[in-house]
């Protein structure tokens, strides 16, 4: 109660009151006014540094924020004309093999010009199989330690599952719209999936055509089925498979001729003056 007593009668520290008091004596004002121009100087300063650090600090960096911004719709630009083209491609594709089987027609070698197209993946093709989709975990971007890595999608994922596919009798896979032929690689550049020099976006759907009542079992109980079960319960990976009556496998692009070897016709009539004709197989 003293303490209470004496702060409520004496609410002034005595340091305090003896300076002013000693201010009072020598004819200045009590207690100094908020009105002084040194006061006001260090107020108006204080306030622009802390506004100018406000403004730093909340800012964005406008030089690299307006590159990154004109990368990213440089990227998204490309993309839209990577994609318009590879349709235009597969369009170009499809007339330039109908072109030739008709041509071949006369001669009674359309079919096997198609039959071959088709091994070779110059055609697009249809009809039932097996989806399976593969994306990172959802704690992926989070995930902390060890595993955390091993949360995401390989390139050796892919090339596992597509392998299973082809054992389990696939007659044709492509990976997001990506025709896997004889010469397709999936491998990593950098931190990107890619098929055909192709970059793919998550998720990865790998399509799978072939005999409906043999090749979803044969995947599901052998290596394939076995492997992207471990994926997901060790590791998280979303794994989905879906068996479907009716999918698509576009056409591959990029096709070329790598070996070229002799054709006995019986007549030299058929020979170029390399003596080599020009046939051989597609991306051989």
Known sequence: ??????????????????AADRRERLGQPRATSLRSPLLLAATVGIGLVLGVASTTLTAPDSPRAAARADLVRQIEDRRVEVDRLSVQAQDLQAQVTALEASTLDDGGLAETSRTLSTVAGALPMEGPGIRVTLDDAPDADTATGEDASLKRVFARDLQYVTNAMWEAGA??????????????????????????????????????????DALPS???????????????????????????????????????????????????????????????????
């Open 171 to 212: 007659e044709a896979i492509s990976i997001n719209g990506n025709r896997l032929t004889s010469v397709a690689a999936i491998r990593f550049a950098g931190s990107a999936l890619v098929v055909h020099n192709r970059p793919l976006a998550r998720p990865y759907v790998i399509t799978a055509l072939g005999n409906p």
């Open 218 to 284: 044969r995947f599901a109980d052998g290596a394939g089925g076995v492997y992207i079960s471990a994926l997901h319960s060790n590791y998280g990976v979303r794994a989905d498979t879906e068996v479907s009556d009716r999918l698509e496998v576009p056409a591959a692009l990029g096709l070329t001729t790598r070996v070229a070897q002799v054709v006995d016709t019986g007549s030299a009539s058929g020979s170029d003056r390399s003596g080599a004709d020009a046939t051989g197989g597609a991306g051989g």
């Open 1 to 18: 109660m003293t303490l209470i007593t004496t702060m409520m009668q004496r609410p002034l520290d005595p340091g305090y009151a003896a």
